[in-house]
């Protein structure tokens, strides 16, 4: 294990002060502490976390079409429910917001009454980045021109009234702080941290929350396996039920069903994300590189069901993508020009994002409703693994 000074070393200070309290605290709180902990956390500390510049590109960061197709998902979606006056977008967990801010532009051009009735309300703990969207990041877009009204929360629970609309996240729920389990001869236990010779140490307990063992009573882990169980997850989908009054959730994010998930990952599936490259040491570069586990969706689609959200249609981001039509937005062989580089690039960059083993069968989307019956929606008409589910 690396020293404790391998990181932020006041952040690391304070996360060691925490364990010397108790003696040990759990994963979760480690990982909480080195993502969240405010103004030193890596998502807090208004450090560049996103684009080539940061650590990872996330699908918006890719390519802007990818905004412009979820705005056709949720534009059939404001049909379905009636074309409502008042049509709320949530994005959880916004970071840069330019999923948002693609959404509005894009919307703008589909149809003005659609683009009319978006109320938008971002959600996004960075301070820093909030400022810097807020301020005016795309200045040809300002975003006081470009919607109706704009909220901004730090979660999902601070939202009280309930909405007609849709509630969209890509890539939050993987950032979740997680548990992490081992089945010791049928027993689990949970993975604490603890310090020893001025290094962070991992070592076996009870777990500290019952709904821990509740979460895993359907799954059958082998022995030895490590695994990690994500209740940050459970909350934020009964909180988007809970302020949800008619609509959708869309949740889009890399993992798997639950009896794929299990059977895959036999030492978990966190990972550290740092400058693009992966390593699976989250006690390196403490508070400088993201920390993120793959999504089980069963669990997601259970505790959403249980909060009154059922199932519209499961599938892969490449399938998504293609039944919305971003087949059409390739340049043809007769747009293309060696002299004109960035056309070439246009492609390039749509292909990451269906690439099969790659970002278009690793991303799935999820997609729940609450209050209307049965809809069909354009971005499943392709494949639907919701039976997998």
Not at 85 to 95: C, L, P, S, V
Not at 124 to 139: L, S, Y
Not at 339 to 365: C, R, T, Y
């Amino acid at each position: 294990m690396p020293a404790l000074e391998d990181g932020n070393y006041e952040l690391i200070q304070r996360i060691k002060h925490k364990i010397l309290e108790s003696g040990k605290i759990p994963f979760r709180d480690f990982m909480q502490m080195a993502l969240y902990t405010p103004n030193l956390g890596y998502y807090t500390s208004g450090r560049e976390v996103w684009g080539k510049r940061g650590d990872y590109l996330t699908s918006p960061d890719i390519h802007h079409v990818f905004g412009k197709l979820i705005c056709k998902q949720l534009f059939e979606m404001w049909q379905v429910l009636g074309e409502p006056q008042n049509f709320t977008i949530i994005e959880a967990g916004a970071g840069n917001a330019a999923l948002s801010l693609e959404v509005i532009k894009s919307a703008k051009d589909l149809s003005s009454e659609f683009y009319k009735s978006i109320n938008l309300i971002i959600i996004e703990i960075n301070p820093f980045q909030k400022e810097r969207v807020k301020a005016g990041t795309h200045p040809k877009d300002g975003w006081g021109a470009s919607v109706n009204k704009i909220s901004w929360y730090d979660s999902i629970a601070q939202i009280k009234d309930k909405i007609t609309g849709c509630i969209i996240s890509n890539e939050l729920i993987d950032a979740f702080p997680v548990h992490v389990i081992v089945n010791e001869n049928g027993t689990l236990k949970e993975v604490y941290v603890s310090i020893e010779d001025n290094s962070f140490i991992e070592v076996l307990d009870v777990p500290s929350n019952p709904a821990i063992e509740e979460y895993l009573k359907d799954i059958s882990l082998a022995h030895g396996q490590r695994i990690e169980v994500n209740l940050e997850a459970v909350n934020y989908i009964k909180n988007a039920a809970n302020i949800l009054d008619k609509g959708f959730v869309i949740t889009i994010d890399y993992g798997l069903p639950a009896k794929e998930f299990y059977e895959t990952f036999r030492n978990g599936s966190l990972l550290c994300y740092y400058k693009h490259k992966i390593n699976d040491n989250p006690y390196n570069r403490i508070g400088f590189q993201d920390m993120t586990s793959h999504v089980d969706f069963t669990n997601l689609a259970k505790y959403g069901k249980e909060a009154w959200l059922e199932i519209t249609g499961f599938t892969t981001q490449i399938y998504f993508l293609m039944a919305l039509g971003i087949l059409d937005e390739f340049k043809t062989i007769e747009d293309l020009s060696i002299k004109d580089i960035s056309q070439i690039e246009w492609n390039q960059k749509l292909k990451e994002l269906i690439m099969p083993g790659g970002m278009g069968s690793e991303f799935k989307v999820l997609i729940q409703h609450k209050g209307i019956d049965k809809p069909k929606l354009k971005g499943f008409s392709y494949r639907d693994f919701k039976d997998e589910l």
